[in-house]
């Protein structure tokens, strides 16, 4: 069945470093545009961060942009997102989607989500 298990949250100060990771399975990954979302407490998800299904192609929510890199290998079935210069309004649960929309369905599929919390 299909799977997405995003790994390496945690704890981080301010100004730190964390690294996502979503193993993916269950679906030919290679033919998905790969998300991160993210949800904090009382808002809604929103996407951070996507990645096309060649990797050829990035987009950032502005409030990331030159801080988070969205990556994926193909081979390993994975996508990462490297998160540097940690604020505390980065703290939320970390989800990891796939999508892929053809001629009158889309197939989108989500993890359990990873939690990242940024305090000092």
């Known amino acids: 069945q299909v799977q997405l298990v995003e790994s390496g949250g945690g704890l981080v100060q301010p100004g730190g470093s964390l690294s996502l990771s979503c193993a993916a399975s269950?679906?030919?990954?290679?033919?998905?545009?790969m998300s991160w979302y993210r949800q904090a407490p009382g808002k809604e998800r929103e996407l951070v961060a996507d990645i096309t299904s060649t990797g050829g192609s990035t987009n950032y929510a502005d409030s990331v942009k030159g801080r988070f890199t969205i990556s994926r290998d193909n081979a390993k079935n994975a996508v990462y997102l490297q998160m540097n210069s940690l604020k505390p309004e980065d703290t939320a649960v970390y989800y990891c989607n796939a999508k892929r929309c053809r001629p009158y369905v889309c197939s989108n599929y989500w993890g359990q989500g990873a939690q990242v919390t940024v305090s000092s």
């Open positions: 269950g679906f030919t990954f290679s033919n998905y545009v």
